[in-house]
């Protein structure tokens, strides 16, 4: 995927003309073939370091494209609350076909919003500048290193028949099985004690689940968190099918009822997700979904070959689809000892590379 851009006709600073330079001897290899994400591709991304909440003042969207040696990186940045990633793929699909010039779009979006009735609106911030300030300036702003793990089509095919033949039933998915599989491999690398708790927090999109359910178009911000709680024995020993089926049970609680009683629950007593919850070393947290277009946004310059995330996604499980028909790409953010003891899990490694 290449292409030409103008360069800039001045720079603000010697420093900026530093990183044109720097970026024009960067080649697509230079990004995708290490075994670790190059920290450059956090440059890529604006809104570094900008929370949700500070949208009242910050931009909603940033966009920046960069020309690397040989290929172009489209970065996109989006506040959370404005959109989840159904909502935020749908935005770049629609975008790349209007760079291409069509006439109309494949889904218009639904900007309608929608509320249960008795939700007082606005929803206020459970917390004072001050406060946040204090409790930004504790957090480490460093991320940790991320590494990308390609699973094939017929891997996750295998691990899916394992998982359902495990626990003797055939509800569970190939991302639930996948998810187990990387959770396990976690846990084993971190040398959990076996009584130790443990959670795996799921990001499930209740659209769908609703009565009547979202508009299949609906633009905003409709999941909720789901977390799988046991202990690491029971996680390990219990096989593959374990994690995997108590992780079918919490995303089939998720009922019109209980999302309803949730969002009711959260507006009487508002609480927001904070970063430092990345750092909790008993909880892993999965982002994105294979499910998303990410491989049809064809901006004029051909097919793309990778996604990659920004440096706000860094301390969870990040879901893309692949680049080959139906296989799927992890990329795990956790610190450096554990992706290398993770690569040298025969367990987990059977059948994938990296």
Same mark, same amino acid.
Not at 33 to 52: A, C, D, E, M, T
Not at 210 to 222: Q, S, T
Not at 332 to 343: H, K, Q, S
């Given at each position: 995927?290449?292409?030409?851009?103008? /360069?800039?006709?001045?720079?603000?600073?010697?420093?900026?003309?530093?990183?044109?330079?720097?970026?024009? #001897? !960067?080649?697509?290899?230079? +990004?995708?073939?290490?075994?670790?994400?190059?920290? !450059?591709?956090?440059?890529?991304?604006?809104?570094?370091?900008?929370?949700?909440?500070?949208?009242?003042?910050?931009?909603?969207?940033?966009?920046?494209?960069?020309?690397?040696? @040989?290929?172009?990186?489209?970065?996109?940045? +989006?506040?959370?609350?404005?959109?989840?990633?159904?909502?935020?793929?749908?935005?770049?699909?629609?975008?790349?076909? $209007?760079?291409?010039?069509? @006439?109309?779009?494949?889904?218009?979006?639904?900007?309608?919003?929608?509320?249960?009735?008795?939700?007082?609106?606005? &929803?206020?911030?459970?917390?004072?500048?001050?406060?946040?300030?204090?409790?930004?300036?504790?957090?480490?702003?460093?991320?940790? /290193?991320?590494? !990308?793990?390609?699973?094939?089509?017929?891997?996750?095919?295998?691990?899916?028949?394992?998982?359902?033949?495990?626990?003797?039933?055939?509800?569970?998915?190939?991302?639930?099985?996948?998810?187990?599989?990387?959770?396990?491999?976690?846990?084993?690398?971190?040398?959990?004690?076996?009584?130790?708790?443990?959670?795996?927090?799921?990001?499930?999109?209740?659209?769908?689940?609703? %009565? /009547?359910?979202?508009?299949?178009?609906?633009?905003?911000?409709?999941?909720?968190?789901?977390? %799988?709680?046991?202990?690491?024995?029971?996680?390990?020993?219990?096989?593959?099918?374990?994690?995997?089926? *108590?992780?079918?049970? %919490?995303?089939?609680?998720?009922?019109? @009822?209980?999302?309803?009683?949730?969002?009711?629950?959260?507006?009487?007593?508002?609480?927001?997700?904070?970063?430092?919850?990345?750092?909790?070393?008993?909880?892993? +947290? #999965?982002?994105?979904?294979?499910?998303?277009? $990410?491989?049809?946004?064809?901006?004029?310059?051909?097919? /793309?070959?990778?996604?990659?995330?920004?440096?706000?996604?860094?301390? $969870?499980?990040?879901?893309?689809?692949?680049?080959?028909?139906?296989? &799927?790409? &992890? *990329?795990?953010?956790?610190?450096?000892? &554990?992706?290398?003891? $993770?690569? @040298?899990?025969? *367990?987990?490694?059977?059948?994938?590379?990296?």
């Amino acid at each position: 995927m290449t292409t030409t851009l103008s /360069p800039p006709t001045s720079y603000a600073t010697t420093q900026e003309h530093s990183l044109y330079t720097l970026l024009h #001897t !960067i080649s697509l290899s230079d +990004i995708l073939q290490p075994k670790y994400v190059p920290s !450059i591709v956090r440059s890529f991304f604006q809104l570094n370091g900008v929370k949700n909440h500070e949208g009242t003042t910050q931009p909603l969207l940033a966009v920046q494209v960069t020309e690397l040696l @040989d290929a172009i990186f489209i970065g996109c940045t +989006i506040n959370h609350v404005v959109a989840d990633g159904r909502s935020f793929w749908h935005f770049v699909n629609s975008w790349a076909q $209007m760079s291409r010039g069509l @006439d109309k779009l494949t889904k218009l979006p639904a900007f309608d919003r929608w509320f249960f009735d008795g939700i007082d609106r606005p &929803i206020r911030f459970p917390f004072t500048v001050e406060k946040e300030k204090q409790h930004s300036q504790n957090l480490n702003p460093q991320p940790p /290193p991320a590494r !990308i793990f390609h699973f094939t089509k017929e891997r996750i095919a295998q691990l899916k028949w394992r998982a359902n033949a495990e626990a003797s039933t055939d509800k569970i998915s190939s991302l639930q099985a996948l998810l187990s599989h990387v959770w396990r491999s976690v846990i084993r690398c971190k040398r959990f004690n076996p009584e130790e708790e443990i959670q795996y927090a799921l990001l499930i999109g209740v659209g769908p689940r609703m %009565v /009547p359910p979202l508009a299949d178009d609906y633009f905003g911000n409709a999941i909720l968190g789901g977390f %799988v709680t046991m202990k690491a024995g029971e996680l390990l020993e219990g096989g593959l099918g374990k994690g995997a089926w *108590e992780m079918n049970k %919490v995303v089939s609680l998720h009922s019109h @009822d209980m999302i309803k009683n949730s969002y009711e629950c959260w507006v009487k007593s508002s609480t927001l997700v904070s970063a430092d919850i990345l750092t909790s070393g008993n909880l892993l +947290i #999965t982002s994105s979904s294979p499910r998303f277009n $990410m491989y049809g946004n064809d901006f004029g310059w051909g097919k /793309p070959v990778a996604v990659r995330s920004g440096c706000v996604n860094k301390g $969870m499980i990040s879901l893309f689809a692949g680049s080959v028909e139906g296989s &799927i790409d &992890i *990329e795990v953010c956790l610190p450096y000892e &554990i992706l290398e003891a $993770m690569g @040298d899990d025969p *367990e987990f490694m059977d059948g994938i590379s990296d």
